[in-house]
């Protein structure tokens, strides 16, 4: 099915959106056997990439580091927090995504996280954050493009 790159996130808590901000960026930017979905914070875009060859992940994540600080690791990297599901809508988006990596319904995956700086209501990205995303959008291309050329994460 080729290759997608999935922005998660929400737009309206500043600089949670960044993973929807640099999808929305690197529209027209990446190759043509790639996908570019939003997927926001809406676990139903699973039918988008089920049967994906390599999945890159963009979302924001907080590891302690600088704002604006990039991270490079694979699903089987995350640790979930144990949480008792009421309903099947407790599932998230995450869940899901991990979910279809146990049942072989995506291929390789990388996750690229941003360390934010403000998790607020909001509809901007701090500045920190908006300087970043041209070199966000570098590190997608590599990975996309299946670069083995110097990280800078």
């Not at 808590?13 to 043509?32: F, K, S, T, W």
């Not at 790639?34 to 990439?49: E, H, K, N, Y």
């Not at 590891?63 to 990297?77: K, S």
Request: aromatic share 2%.
């Amino acid at each position: 099915m080729g290759k997608v790159v999935l922005g998660i996130g929400n737009i309206l808590l500043r600089d949670e959106g960044i993973g929807c901000h640099v999808v929305r960026a690197l529209e027209g930017m990446a190759p043509a056997d790639a996908r570019i979905v939003d997927g926001g914070t809406c676990p139903d875009v699973i039918g988008l990439i089920e049967g994906t060859d390599k999945l890159v992940i963009v979302d924001a994540v907080k590891a302690g580091g600088r704002p604006g600080q990039i991270y490079r690791f694979r699903l089987e990297d995350m640790t979930l927090q144990e949480k008792r599901l009421l309903s099947i809508h407790d599932v998230s988006l995450l869940d899901n995504l991990m979910l279809m990596k146990v049942w072989d319904k995506v291929g390789e995956d990388v996750v690229i996280g941003i360390e934010p700086k403000e998790v607020q209501w909001g509809l901007e990205l701090t500045m920190e954050l908006r300087e970043k995303i041209p070199e966000i959008i570098e590190v997608v291309l590599a990975e996309v493009n299946n670069s083995e050329g110097e990280r800078k994460c």
